[in-house]
């Protein structure tokens, strides 16, 4: 039957929508108002609550014609109009009505279909990100206007179901219908006083025990978290605190089970697709969206409900991980005639416990077998390491393919007791399922609660993933998010994986700006690099030794691309050897878990955040972790950059970290370390905003030794340094414009009380530039001298100032500022960098010729008197300055 919106004198209209209305239901309410003017408004069970949303109704009573269902009793009903909902059992005392009368029903909704849905005579029902958005795209056509309070409204509607467009069930029909109701006078400042409403010291308060009562589960390889709470009364925007969390926490799926009287209010939120909250809810009695629902389950304990929804969870949870997800790729091999004792340097070298037996035949590879640490390690104690791999190995062996779901892989591990199960495609071994990554899905939950000490294990974790793209919109700009998805789009399309890594995504979570963007492509860096220069009209450097790329942009901004590598040291504090890897090995090569972090660019999997080594936590905790326990044996400095962060961010160096450090400095381990390398972390520790903390950190660790034990914590060193931090700000608020190396200045007063021999060893020690080493040996003693004739010399004329101070770097000008304690010096120094630095002469040598002078050295003495005398005032203009090169000339 085609819509039609002429009264029906045959009995009224009724519009309606679900119980315990939100913003949208409302909003469309008044929207089918609009659509049907002769038409009364029941709302099931308005009133009953005091909350936001029933106040809201109080205050705008007079735009509906809004009636009880005691009002109309005896009428006649010939058709009820649903909005934002077609549940029977959502729809109160208005279900009655539609038993009794049996009414034409006309239908606007969004959500997903139900088996149990009602059928309209007149159906409107599309997947946009609010029912307010389909009934203002109608309005909108049949030409009906609004007033302001009428628009404003209705777009609260679509803000709050659109989360403020930020949900990805937003659609460009919600955006559109927003601006038309912008356009029709909505005003948004009410519209955004009502979404963001502050919380209550209330709700602050349950929100804190939501997130002490969560608990985190692993279903199907999915991250679910579970609240259950019992609450003494009803809790009016319950939703609100639930979708708080979901927001506080970076969750991916959220279920909260409230008892609240006689019911069990269960609220579900999900950013993931392989969990369907609407259909979950459902089996409760609720119903909802995919990505949002609810339920309302009587007469049943809170314990019984969360009992019914763990059964509900492994039936209706998509598993979402298969072999290929969970897989170690490549797969370390060996060949079967590999001795035993070389095959026990590889797993030490690879850092794994098994190894797969393959052999190779042209371009064709064959699965031998497998053998294990602990066979080769029983093997070499009875001296059988000259054995080949293949006497050892076990020969039957389990596989699965790349797509093989998570239930059959646990049965193929666990049914065939393997430690490994080789993964299959193309009859290549592409990558090994270990019984590692399964016990850390299983476990998953209980990792939560370990102390660091048990958590620094050799094995990487079972990766949590959370979606982050409401953080990055809100974080990034629109220029770099566009060239991350153009990134992921350009690498999906040539078949790598691709991420973003690192600094970047460390610093995004704590909402710090990064404009260091590493890329790692799981295939071939390189290829990809080419590729996508050419494509944005980019140059490009590579290094192919390290499958590493640079791309520079023509605006001068450049992104670092890399293959996915793993590494392994020869020997401590040695250069690392490079071979490919996942994504997974590539992580586990960095240097704290906090580095670990990365984000997926792919179009499938844009924007969720993978997280192998606890990363996040480490970053909520504020604390610095090391990933093995032979970590800064492999690269000592580590140790400097674990001090630059710690101080960066305010975190602490976590407890087997720090002793860690203090067994590699037991150790020596820096002894082989190349200078060079020292002097790049400790030149980055200066250039820090503050350095000073992390200097003195340093000096507690007994790490400044390792520069040279000449340099010490002298009693007037904090002062140097808090002088040299307040010189650099002075600097830059008064010379924003003149760049400086600012390290320099701070490695200048360390340096201070060093004589000329310790200043030449470190610079040596160092490896240091040739201009840094003349700054250290040489110009660093005429600037001492300069500080005595300034002790000694002041008051001083401008042109006296200006010959002993024109001499020095502005790095050395800093630095004599910081190392005095005078400020009369200050003053002078402060005067010169103002006042007669930049003053030149009008006059030149060929005006001399001109005067009838020779060129020789007398040109150089008068205009070096003639400045002098116009630094000291007596000088105004060109006509000046040639007057007295005349009179000394003849003088």
Known sequence: MPETNKPNHDGLTVITTHINADFDGISSVLAAHKLYPDSVVVLPNAGEKKNLKNFFISSLLYLFNMKRIADIAGEKVARVVLVDTRDLSRLGEVAAIIKEHAPEIHIFDHHPDQPEDLKGEFEIIRPVGATATILTTRLQEKGIPLTKEEATIICLGIYEDTGSFSYSSTTPEDFQAAAWLVSSGANLDIVSSLIAKELDPAQVALINEMLHRAERRMVNGVEITLVSLALEEYLPDLALLVQKMMRMESLGVLFVL?????????????????????????????????????????????????????ALLPVLVKPIRTARQLMSSPAISTAPLLPLSEASRLLTRYNINALVVTTFDDESETLLGFITRQVIERALSHNLGACPVQDFMSSSVATAAPDTDFNTLVDRIIGNKQRLLPIIENERVVGVVTRTDLLNLLVYSKEHARPESDAMGLEPHYPKQKPLLSLMRERLSREVLDLLKEIGTVAHAMGFGVYVVGGFVRDLLLRRKNDDIDIVIEGDGITFAKAFAERMGARINTYTKFGTSVIIFPNGFKVDVATSRMEYYPSPAALPEVETSSIKLDLYRRDFTINTLAIRLDPEGFGTLTDFFNGQRDIKEKRIRILHNLSFVEDPTRVF?????????????????????????????????????????????????????????????????????????????????????????????????????RWVIYFLTLLAPCDRNVSEVVAKRLMLAPKHRKLLTEDRFHARGVYLWLTHSLPAS???????????????LLYVMAISANEEIKKAISHYMSQLRHVSLSIMGRDLKELGLKPGPLYSQILEKTLAAKLDGTLHDREDELAFACRYRKG
């Not at 909250?277 to 629902?293: R, S, V």
């Not at 401008?798 to 050395?812: F, G, I, V």
């Open 258 to 310: 409230a008892a609240m009287g006689n019911r069990i209010h269960v609220i579900a939120r999900s950013c993931l697709p392989e969990v369907d909250c609407g259909t979950i809810m459902a089996e409760l009695g609720g119903g909802g969206h995919a990505f949002a629902a609810s339920a309302s389950v009587r007469n049943m304990p809170l314990a019984q409900v969360e009992e019914k929804l763990g």
């Open 641 to 741: 950059r674990a001090i630059k962060f710690e101080q960066r961010f305010g975190f602490t160096i976590g407890k087997v970290t720090h002793e860690m450090i203090k067994n590699a400095i037991h150790l020596d381990v820096f002894r082989e370390l190349g200078g060079l390398r020292v002097f790049n972390e400790f030149k980055q520790i200066l250039e820090e905003e503050n350095p000073i903390p992390a200097i003195l950190r340093i000096f507690d660790l007994g790490l400044m030794e390792i520069i040279h034990p000449g340099i010490s914590r002298h009693n007037d060193l904090i002062a140097q340094l808090d002088e040299a931090k307040k010189v650099l700000a002075w600097h830059d608020l008064m010379y924003t414009d003149e760049p400086i190396e």
């Open 798 to 812: 401008n042109s006296d100032l200006h010959r002993q101070l024109a001499p020095l770097k502005t790095e050395l």
